[in-house]
């Protein structure tokens, strides 16, 4: 089932050119905070304020944690398959990928994002203009980001411990 008349609904009064985004995870290990970049993504700036909006990512899990690389959610399924119903097309940009950088989770073709979004750990420079970065952790909350990163995982990058995004509230100013 598409969300997409949902999200697009709930980011009908979004004003780039005038405010400015952040989604807050609040997650079980502490409060991730990601300032948006609509300036290189638009798109995908639109597509995750309206996820958060709906409550999409309410009590999902980041179902993948690679330490010094990645930890990705958005997964409605838990399980790295699933998405909104719908597709965004690529936007990639010069934002390189380093620690804190907020990028779009795909498949092998480019336009295949939904609504699984990635955070990176260190410096990713192969992912460069390969994957949609749109956003960017802020200083305060790089420890949550390392916290959630240090999480033991299993043969699969599955966390052993679940770590939960309880809440993602969209704030502007």
């Known amino acids: 089932m598409s969300r997409k008349a949902e999200v697009d609904a709930a980011v009908a009064d979004l004003d780039f050119e005038n405010k400015k985004y952040q989604v807050q995870l609040e997650t079980s290990l502490g409060d ?6 609509p300036t290189n993504a638009p798109g995908h700036c639109r597509n ?11 009590g999902l899990i980041f179902h993948r944690i690679i330490p010094g690389f990645m930890i990705q959610g958005g997964c409605p399924d838990g399980n790295g398959m699933g998405g909104p119903g719908y597709k965004v097309d690529a936007e990639f940009n010069d934002t390189p990928h380093v620690e804190g950088v907020l990028s779009m989770a795909r498949s092998s073709d480019p336009n295949s994002a939904g609504s699984q979004f990635f955070v990176c750990l260190d410096t990713s420079s192969y992912l460069d203009n390969q994957y949609t970065a749109f956003g960017r952790a802020t200083e305060a909350s790089l420890p949550v980001l390392q916290a959630i990163g240090g999480v033991k995982t299993d043969g699969s ?3 052993l411990e679940e770590v939960k995004i309880t809440k993602a509230t969209v704030v502007e100013s």
């Open 157 to 159: 990058d599955r966390p």
């Open 48 to 58: 995750l304020i309206g996820l958060a909006r709906i409550g999409y990512y309410d």
């Open 32 to 37: 991730l905070h990601l300032d948006l970049d």
